[in-house]
């Protein structure tokens, strides 16, 4: 009849990836977002909050709104930020921003 012979399936069932191979992927790219990206979040968290408790007078910091200025006086929830001149603003302790090395407001204003 003709020179192809017919192929047949051979019997029994087929094995699929075991439980391990198909979770082993999903397991990698959960580990790869943790180093790369959560851990770094949550240290950089941990460090702002240090920062932001260990604040005292004298120090100069920078809002998250922008706002430049020396620590005043420290409270509970409230900080009293000089801008210069005798303004005085309370921000909340949450909204600081950064800790500014000492000195970049005068050099800012010379």
């Known amino acids: ?19 391990l191979e198909s ?8 580990v790869v977002f943790w180093f790369l990206l959560i851990r ?8 702002l909050k240090q920062m932001i408790s260990a604040l005292e ?11 430049l200025g020396r620590v ?7 900080i009293v930020l000089e801008l210069g001149d005798g303004h005085d603003v309370f921000v909340h302790r949450p909204s600081v921003a950064s800790l500014m090395p000492k000195g970049t407001i005068k050099q800012i204003r010379s």
């Open 1 to 19: 009849m003709g020179f192809i012979q017919n192929a047949y399936a051979q019997g029994g069932p087929v094995a699929g990836p075991g439980l």
């Open 23 to 30: 979770f082993l992927p999903l397991v990698l790219i959960f």
């Open 40 to 47: 770094p979040q949550q240290k950089k968290a941990k460090e």
């Open 57 to 67: 007078k004298g120090d100069e910091i920078v809002t998250s709104g922008g706002l």
């Open 72 to 78: 005043k006086k420290v409270q509970d929830d409230f």
